[in-house]
């Protein structure tokens, strides 16, 4: 009875793990827990790492940036809305668009007729 006993003491350890095992994605039940603990999404409590939000005026037929705090581009998304102001008499086609230039750089590029107007972005960056 007593070989019986410690041979399942022994699975459960290798199973569940010690307080002592080093953090492992594969490893015992305790290591895998503490490999996710270290993880940024669990232990910041959010998968977002920064949100910057602002606004750019732009002009005509312009190409006009803002800069803002580095990124990681493989890791974060832009959001952009453009708002601007014209005559019922215009019937010209007029396009408004944003991107993540570069790891600092916003830019909002508007094609089309003779309307000035504000894009308001937002960059939102993940771990």
């Known amino acids: 009875m007593f070989g019986m006993m410690e041979a399942l003491l022994s699975f459960f350890r290798r199973q ?3 307080r002592t095992d080093a953090a492992d994605a594969t490893g015992s039940l305790h290591a895998k ?3 996710m603990v270290a993880k940024p999404i669990i232990a910041n409590g959010s998968a977002v790492k920064s949100v910057q ?11 006009v940036s803002a800069t803002i705090s580095a990124v990681d581009t493989s890791k974060a998304i832009a959001i952009f809305n453009s708002f601007f102001s014209f ?3 215009t019937t010209t086609h007029y396009e ?9 750089t ?3 590029k508007a094609d ?3 309307n000035a107007g504000t894009a308001a972005y937002v960059v939102i960056e993940f771990y």
């Open 16 to 18: 569940v793990g010690l």
């Open 112 to 114: 089309g007729n003779d």
């Open 53 to 63: 939000r602002g606004t750019i005026a732009y002009t005509p037929n312009a190409t």
């Open 96 to 104: 408004v668009y944003g991107f993540l230039a570069n790891s600092t």
């Open 87 to 89: 005559s019922k008499s």
């Open 106 to 108: 916003v830019t909002i």
């Open 33 to 35: 827990t503490s490999s």
